[in-house]
């Protein structure tokens, strides 16, 4: 019988329960920020054979446009719209700690990072609407 882990003399593998992460909220959260990329794995895909259906045709496209107004879709739609923003929220978080920004010889404070983070998120996302809303 071939085990799991080679048998090495010395080291310890503790045998954790497959719930080990719900013992601590750090790692509920880490877990559900790492689940996160399934959504947008989905999503991208999803992308990816609209552009497909663009090519196939005004008929093709337009069934495709069809399907994705079922509300199983909008649910998805929803869910994964909720997980990238949880996304987005812990990413800005993590560059105030991860990415050291100088100026000079001085360290930009990482509440200034994270700041420029949202600031930055926020005149995109104005941007796109006014695009989308405002020129059409």
Known sequence: MSE????????????????WWLKRPGYVRFML???TSVFVAIFVVE?????HKIGQGPQAFADMMARL???????FHVVALAFVVYHTITWF??????Q??????????????VAGNYVAWVVVTLF?????LVRS
């Open 93 to 98: 978080q993590a560059t105030g700690v991860v």
């Open 69 to 75: 107004q079922s509300p199983g879709c909008i649910v």
């Open 100 to 113: 050291v920004v100088r100026v000079g010889d001085r360290q930009v404070p990482p509440a200034v990072v």
């Open 47 to 51: 992308l990816l054979v609209i552009v």
């Open 128 to 132: 796109i609407l006014y695009w989308l």
């Open 4 to 19: 799991a882990r080679p048998a090495r003399p010395g080291l310890y593998y503790p045998k954790l329960p497959a719930t």
């Open 33 to 35: 920020r790492e689940v």
